[in-house]
């Protein structure tokens, strides 16, 4: 897992999972490899894969902050979706985590309205304790330089959905 090699396949599956489906996200492999290039030894994101023979059935990628792992990206092929392979590589992610003395994983959202049911379920069934953010709010709502980071915000989420 914590190796450029497990990085590399999780970005071939990655790639591969793009080129056959588009969907919005900004946790796109260009984004990954310049994030990992930056990052100091102790804080390289990792990649948990599991293979079956020479194929490889999926991947998960778990960046790491604090004494937090945090559940940043996943591809499961057809097969591993099949044999749940997601869900073994969280749980190897989370003994790996614990065994170095992280404390906590943070699975992601899971917003009903505008997410995957089967990533609901999948997360659901690792019995995490739900969390809501406050939203976002502007602390100023005066100035230029403030309307022209709003606009610059929502001009690029428009982009990606």
Known sequence: CDSA????????????????????????????????????????????????????????????????????AAVIEGAGRTANVGQLLIWHAICHLKDFGYRWIDLGGMDPDHTEPGIINFKAGLNGQPYQYVGEFDAMDSGWANRVVRWRVRRARRRIA
């Open 5 to 72: 090699e497990s990085f590399d396949q999780f970005l071939s599956l990655q790639r591969g999972e793009f080129a056959l489906h588009s969907y919005p996200t900004t946790v796109r492999p260009e984004f990954l490899v310049r994030l990992q290039n930056l990052l100091p030894p102790q804080r390289k994101l990792l990649a948990f894969v599991a293979l079956s023979g020479e194929s490889l059935l999926g991947a998960v990628l778990i960046a790491r902050y604090g004494r937090i792992g945090e559940y940043l």
